[in-house]
């Protein structure tokens, strides 16, 4: 019997971060400097670590240091949506964009609750 291992690739909640960290990039790389060196930065900082937290637990060994960084990246959630109100607000953004990157930060929430319930029931230790 051939056992499929899961990849990093195939959880929901790495993906959308992974996709929407790109996303925020290509927005933020095309402000003038003083906008990427205030907002630009931590804006992208905050939405990298989403994805880069998950991968970061999903390379541990235990659940309970799996799960740690799976909800280190809660907080990134909630940072990116308060850059992205900042960026709505100072009309750094246009309407589209910022539906589309709180669409996709409201779907993170619910893929990582999964991912942490998944780490729970499937992981022995």
């Known amino acids: 019997m051939n056992k499929k291992f899961l990849q990093l690739n195939d959880v ?8 929407l960290s790109n996303y925020v990039w290509g927005v933020a790389i ?7 060196d205030t907002v ?5 900082r905050a939405v990298d670590s989403m994805s880069a ?3 970061e637990g999903f390379g541990r060994y235990g659940k309970k ?3 740690k960084f799976y909800r280190y990246s809660f907080g990134s959630i909630k940072e990116s949506q308060d850059w992205t109100q900042k960026a709505w607000i100072r009309k750094l953004i246009a309407q589209e964009e910022y539906q589309y990157i709180f669409n996709e930060l409201d ?5 990582l609750n999964s991912l942490i319930k998944f780490t729970n029931e499937k992981l022995a230790i």
């Open 53 to 55: 937290n998950i991968a």
């Open 65 to 67: 240091d799996k799960i």
């Open 40 to 44: 630009g930065k931590q804006f992208v």
């Open 107 to 111: 779907k993170l929430p619910r893929e």
């Open 12 to 19: 929901g909640a790495y993906k959308i971060a992974f996709n």
């Open 30 to 36: 095309k402000w003038d400097y003083f906008t990427k």
